[in-house]
């Protein structure tokens, strides 16, 4: 198992999945809900940085490795997963918001491990739609985390995070069935001849 720096990143993404877990289950005595919110969306921001320096650093560096290929991936839907289990029970977003997002998540990841098999990864690659999609989504959940009144300017503007949070994380969960769609076209002929084959 190959070893460097933008792995330990992808690494260090997977081991803080627990904490922004975790922080929401500390008694109110150890810390306040505005501050847990606080901590957990700091924690989130924290890791999805991890996850743009370790692509970033990995290219830069000509560090890629097929080992990092395969943990990337796995580490940001953990992270995702997680982040959207705790906003479902916190209430903060409906189950199937939720179940949109991550059903989608498997089903392009078990589609494109079937498209590498047969050597036609290509035609699902990642596009433009979904890369759009990942910036609301990776927006939405801080957000929701912080879930409340944001101060960008002291005094003078303030942003509601549980409006904007709730918008665009619907507005992922549109874009991910859209991508979806747009994916399962792409492979369709694939699936089509192989299933002719059988």
Not at 104 to 113: D, P
Not at 153 to 178: E, H, M, N, Q, S
């Amino acid at each position: 198992m190959p070893f460097n720096f933008p792995i330990f990143l992808t690494w260090l993404r997977i081991v803080l999945i627990p904490l922004i877990v975790g922080v929401f289950y500390m008694p109110d005595t150890a810390m306040s809900e505005f501050y847990r919110n606080v901590a957990a969306c700091a924690i989130f921001v924290l890791a999805a940085l991890t996850d743009w320096f370790d692509g970033f650093l990995a290219r830069k560096w000509n560090q890629t490795s097929a080992f990092g290929a395969f943990l990337d991936p796995v580490a940001d839907k953990l992270m995702v997963t997680a982040a959207l289990l705790v906003l479902v029970q916190l209430a903060r977003i409906e189950a199937a918001i939720a179940l949109v997002i991550i059903g989608r998540e498997i089903a392009i990841s078990a589609l494109r491990e079937w498209m590498a098999h047969i050597g036609a990864a290509k035609s699902v690659a990642v596009n433009r739609l979904g890369k759009f999609k990942t910036v609301c989504q990776m927006v939405a959940i801080p957000m929701l985390l912080y879930y409340g009144p944001l101060p960008l300017v002291p005094g003078r503007f303030v942003i509601d995070t549980r409006v904007w949070g709730i918008w665009l994380i619907y507005v992922a969960a549109i874009l991910t069935v859209w991508s979806m769609l747009y994916y399962m076209k792409l492979a369709w002929p694939e699936i089509r001849q192989r299933g002719r084959v059988l």
